[in-house]
């Protein structure tokens, strides 16, 4: 079953998330399982929304991908909200 993550990172920068998309997602590819992502600026920080085909391979990719990125740009995310998701759209 896909998920959707959500996560608001107060105090969190523009810079700070260039740099550990960098890390993470070389030339702007994509993940393995990850079916859509989004950041971007909020008034307190930065909020990003993705999702995953399942909550397994989002924790997969958290544990042994993201971790250290977001160590290295001293990004603290938190906890997301998840859901599961029961409808997508796109073009």
């Given amino acids: 079953m ?12 523009q810079a700070q998330y260039e740099q550990v998309m960098h890390e993470v997602s070389p030339g702007n590819r994509p993940p393995p399982g990850l ?3 989004v950041g971007g600026a ?3 920080g930065w ?8 909550q397994e391979v989002a924790d997969r990719f958290f ?3 993201l971790q250290r990125p977001l160590q290295q740009a001293n990004v603290h995310p938190g ?3 998840v859901f599961e ?3 997508t759209m796109q073009p």
């Fill in 63 to 65: 544990s042994d991908t």
């Fill in 85 to 87: 998701v029961f409808n």
């Fill in 79 to 81: 906890h997301p909200r």
């Fill in 35 to 37: 079916v859509s992502h």
């Fill in 2 to 13: 896909a998920v959707c993550l959500i996560f608001d990172v107060p105090g969190a920068t």
């Fill in 47 to 54: 909020c990003v929304v993705e999702v995953w085909e399942s």
């Fill in 42 to 44: 909020t008034d307190n």
